[in-house]
């Protein structure tokens, strides 16, 4: 086997080195009644080239977003991610490097890694970032609980109706087990202001954070001042979530709106749709809150000869040092997808992010323009960065499944993440990045109109 | 001096050191040791490395939100962002640089294969939410995945969502918690033994459990009558790794196994180290009831430095009802993916994570474990517990092993063998790095006092392992001849010196600073 060095002749010499007759001795521990003699009932071998094969064979039963007109966002986004990105990635050293816990060889890891924290905690608007979590929705989860422990005694998080349902979904799920008590507004994408002011009037003494979304599930922009100060004034935390991080070129940072914690999804940058994972959890918050942070933290130091280095600093949060008084379990990271990240970041700089921010937001504009005069469709959204919503005279999800019939993924049916809210049957949400071409976009509207045109 | 064959002098061992060098370049670099600032000391916000076409006018819809502020992101054209990050690279100790013995997170060689085929166009641009008529391969790529695990573990139901080993955990406690809650049965502690990793009290307690710690027993193992002791009502289960942190397999696993289900307890067995028995042990034999396995250790997904993992739990028939959502199912149509709990009945304990997972870590296990087959994947066990027991008994007479063997895929010393020396397991290991290697793992387990906890993989190769048993039979040879500054001084021959670990802590910078502001801020 090729991943296999030794052969026979190698074996026998070890186990008689150890003074072992045969292999079995070596697992003579397993209890007789556990030891499987034979082989499992699963393929023997296959070269690479089977393997490949096997897999192209999957693959082609798949549509990749890049042969299509493509739309679908909603949590997560295609974007051209520079090929520079993927090959430096797979530097060995990168690639097959542990946790960073022998800081003297694993210096690029750590330099990168405080690069991406700085990076994180400037794009964000915040004092400080972590080193990743898995993904933005476990970030959220563990912002609430963060809240919780700042603000002791309160035990309420309100989650705004515009939050991704699946974020609502996990972080009543994280917190399942605690006594935080999550109360989820009910969407509302049709009234974007209203969804603010029911979570300003839900806001309470026993409040410990607001989650608030922006750019929200359905595309709406919110400004967060209004917000944070309603949450402040009742000694609220306010939890800002950006699960499109392009948006934040144009857009001005949550931290600098006001927000406490801010989390994020950062798979837009650097990372490939990969049908969900992995992706890349976002997590930034005011210094005053770091030793309540979960997740791991580098910091600057110096070596011996007095040389700048870095290291995993303030681990007494972590569950390798306070076991089960850690601010968190997590250990594994998302380390490999933040490399990605701070490596597009940095081609990108800040007049590139800019740039590709206004580009995502200009093509959505012509989106609704497009959409806006197709009988049967309303877009509900008029503050917006790259995605809007439109609500249909009919299911969206038979729409979409027509649409893609013609080489067109047109976005997420709301009822999809939904499916009893019947007042969401006819959402449809659409994502316009800069690899939306202005062909596309003619393309959809065309196509769109036509399947209007039949009656319900 | 050594000479090489052409009379040519070539550079000795450690004692010509390489700090005498009697010149300091202009540059601040060595050779090949090349210094490399921060971004944000080379890079700034005018230069970029990607080329967008300009964006023209056009009427904003931001609702007045533009951002004005300046974000502090530098750019690079791409030649200096290929170089900076290359030149990072050149700081890190990979498995492809060498010989990665790290305990307990099993550095076995990353196939390219299965790079490239995650990065199959088929496989890496499709969105999570595309409809499910076109990612009939994705889907499949999950059921068969499901498949595999399910068969190699033995246990009839698998979720495949869990992000890392940790966030395995805290699914299996969180489908024993809500098993127990079905039955109204308000258990409180979970019972985890001295020598677990520190996710498994972390993840008890996350779920809102007390933790209550059993010993081990002299032989490594957990001591079976304290445990029994300790079972009573208000016990909602065990987290038992097996084979166990100190490489040992649990003889009692099955007594143990019924001990707890007697008292009305879930049994959860951290996977970690599954590597050890893969295709000669099926959990589900054991009387488990939830086993996290980490695709980025036993399914040689890369570890990335420091993720992204990929931890799906397989599951009893008593806890699969309570398994999150989402899961793959067959239909009339082909196959789709059950995303909500049902109206009625529905068990499940919810979502864990947005999306569906790990596909890309997905595709790389499952191509691994094709490569390997139920033939290959047997040997691998059989290949890792080898090299492990070669190790323990190469290095026994040198070093001090904390139990007697055999071990399973790691071998765990202690610092007896290093006692009046004044050569602390941390030295040893700094001292490793010198030597070209990887370190072990450094102070775990915690049951022996500085653990030395080394796991070699089946993917090294002989050779391999008699040039360490060599290096490390002559380290502790040295250690033990008083040669303390070869020790406390180390590494010398690493990018950097020892780093400074408290100061990082008392005064943290966790981010950069432009050195004006931070004068300002003085
Ligand atoms: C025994 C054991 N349990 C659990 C974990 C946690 O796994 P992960 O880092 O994937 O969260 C690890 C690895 O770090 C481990 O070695």
């Known amino acids: 086997m090729r991943y296999l060095p030794h052969n026979e ?118 004092d400080v970032a972590n080193a990743s979590l898995y993904d933005g929705s476990t970030a959220c989860g563990e912002a609430i609980l963060m809240a919780r422990r700042i603000t002791r005694g309160r035990k309420r998080a309100i989650l705004a109706g515009g939050l991704h349902s699946h974020y609502g979904d996990v972080a009543q799920t994280m917190t399942r087990f605690g006594d935080e008590d999550v109360v989820r507004l009910a969407p509302s994408p049709d009234d974007a202001q209203g969804d603010m002011d029911r979570l300003i009037a839900a806001i309470d003494d026993n409040t410990s954070c607001v989650v608030v979304q922006t750019p929200d599930m359905f595309g709406h922009l919110h400004d967060l001042g209004p917000i944070a100060e309603a949450a402040h004034a009742k000694g609220a935390l306010l939890v800002a979530v950006v699960t499109e991080v392009v948006s934040l070129g144009a857009v001005r940072s949550p931290g600098e709106m006001g927000a406490d914690i801010v989390v994020a999804e950062g798979q837009s940058i650097g990372n490939s749709l990969n049908f969900g994972g992995p992706y890349l959890g976002l997590f930034a918050t005011r210094a005053k809150f770091v030793r309540q942070m979960p997740g791991r933290l580098v910091g600057e130091t110096v070596d011996a000869d007095g040389q700048r280095g870095f290291v995993l600093t303030l681990s007494t949060r972590e569950q390798h040092i306070r076991r089960e008084k850690a601010t968190s379990n997590i250990c594994t990271n998302s380390g490999l997808c933040s490399l990605a990240f701070t490596i597009h970041m940095t081609l990108l700089g800040e007049e590139g992010l800019r740039k590709l921010a206004l580009l995502n937001h200009r093509q959505a504009t012509r989106l609704k323009a497009a959409l806006s005069g197709i009988k049967g469709v309303k877009v509900l959204n008029s503050q917006f960065f790259n995605e809007v919503s439109v609500r249909l005279d009919r299911p969206a999800a038979p729409v979409v499944e027509a649409l893609a019939g013609r080489k067109i993924l047109a976005g997420v049916p709301a009822s999809r993440l939904y499916p009893d809210r019947d007042d969401l049957a006819n959402i449809l949400i659409l994502a316009t990045t800069e690899t939306v071409s202005d062909g596309d976009i003619a393309a959809l509207s065309d196509a769109l109109a036509d399947i209007m045109q039949a009656e319900l | 001096m050594s000479m090489n064959r052409t009379g040519r002098p070539t550079q000795s061992g450690p004692n010509s050191s390489n700090n005498a060098v009697p010149f300091e370049t202009t540059s601040g670099h060595r050779g090949l040791h090349l210094v490399e600032p921060l971004i944000f000391e080379i890079g700034d916000a005018r230069h970029s490395g990607v080329d967008l076409e300009d964006v023209g006018d056009f009427d904003h819809a931001l609702g007045g939100l533009e951002r004005e502020d300046r974000m502090g992101l530098p750019g690079l054209s791409e030649p200096e962002t290929v170089r900076h990050y290359t030149r990072l690279s050149q700081k890190n100790y990979g498995i492809d640089s060498g010989f990665f013995p790290l305990g307990s997170c099993t550095m076995k060689h990353n196939p390219r294969i299965n790079e490239k085929v995650a ?117 909602a289960g065990i987290m038992l790794t097996n084979p166990n942190t100190c490489g040992l397999f649990e003889r009692d696993i099955i007594e143990i196994a019924d001990a707890v289900h007697e008292a009305g307890g879930f049994f959860y067995c951290d996977g970690a180290n599954f590597n050890a028995i893969v295709g000669r042990v099926r959990p589900g034999d054991l009387g488990i009831d939830a086993m996290h396995i980490n695709l980025h250790k036993t399914f040689s997904t890369p570890h990335g430095g420091g993720g992204p993992g990929s931890g799906p739990v397989v599951f009893s028939k008593a806890l699969a009802p309570y398994a999150p959502i989402p899961f793959v199912e067959e239909g009339e149509e082909g196959l789709f993916l059950r995303e909500h709990k049902a109206a009625e009945g529905d068990k499940s304990f919810g979502r864990l994570v947005a999306f569906h997972g790990q596909m890309g870590m997905y595709v790389r296990a499952l191509a691994y474990m094709m490569s390997h087959g139920a033939d290959g994947l047997r040997q691998v066990a059989e290949d890792a517990v080898l090299n492990a027991n070669y190790l323990l008994h190469e290095l026994a007479s040198d070093m001090t092993p904390s139990f007697e063997g055999p071990c399973m895929h790691e071998a765990l010393f202690d610092d007896r063998f290093l006692k009046d020396t004044g050569v602390s397991t941390l030295d040893f290991a700094k001292a490793m790095i010198d030597e070209g290697y990887h370190p072990m793992t450094m102070y775990f387990p915690l049951v022996v006092h500085g653990a030395m906890l080394i796991e070699p993989t089946e993917t090294e190769s002989k050779d391999t392992l008699d040039q360490f048993i060599a290096s490390m039979r002559a380290l502790a040879k040295a250690a033990r001849a008083d040669e303390t500054d070869r020790f406390t001084g180390a590494p010398y021959f690493a990018p950097l010196k020892r780093l400074d670990e408290t100061r990082a802590a008392r005064q943290p910078i966790l981010k950069w600073t432009a050195p004006q502001s931070q004068e300002a801020a003085e």
């Open chain 2, 119 to 235: 990065r199959l166009p088929g496989l890496a641009d499709i969105h999570p939410l595309q409809p499910e008529s076109t990612v009939q391969g994705a889907l499949a790529v999950m059921r068969d995945l499901a498949h595999w695990l399910t068969t190699l573990t033995g246990m009839p139901s698998v979720a495949l969502s869990p992000k890392a080993g940790a966030h395995g955990e805290l699914c299996g406690i969180m489908a024993i918690r809500s098993a127990l809650e079905a039955r109204g049965d308000a258990r409180k502690v979970i019972l985890v033994p001295e020598s677990a990793h520190g996710t498994n009290p972390a993840t008890a307690a996350f779920c809102g459990y007390q933790v209550k710690a059993i010993p081990a027993n002299d032989d490594g193992r957990v001591d079976l009558a304290a445990l029994k002791a300790a079972l009573g009502p208000d016990v």
């Open chain 1, 9 to 126: 002749t190698d074996r026998r010499a070890m186990l008689s080195a150890i003074g072992a007759k045969s292999i079995d001795d070596l697992f003579r521990d397993v209890p007789p009644a556990a030891r499987l003699d034979a082989l499992l009932d699963l393929p023997l071998h296959k070269s690479e080239m089977e393997v490949d094969r096997l897999f192209r064979d999957y693959a082609r039963q798949n549509v990749p977003a890049a042969e299509h007109a493509f739309f679908v966002g909603c949590g997560a986004y295609r974007h051209h991610v520079p090929a520079t990105v993927d090959h430096l990635i797979q530097r060995g050293e990168f690639l097959t490097a542990y946790t960073p816990y022998q800081p003297e060889i694993a210096q690029g890891t750590l330099q990168y890694l405080f690069e991406f924290q700085t990076q994180v905690a400037n794009l964000l608007g915040c």
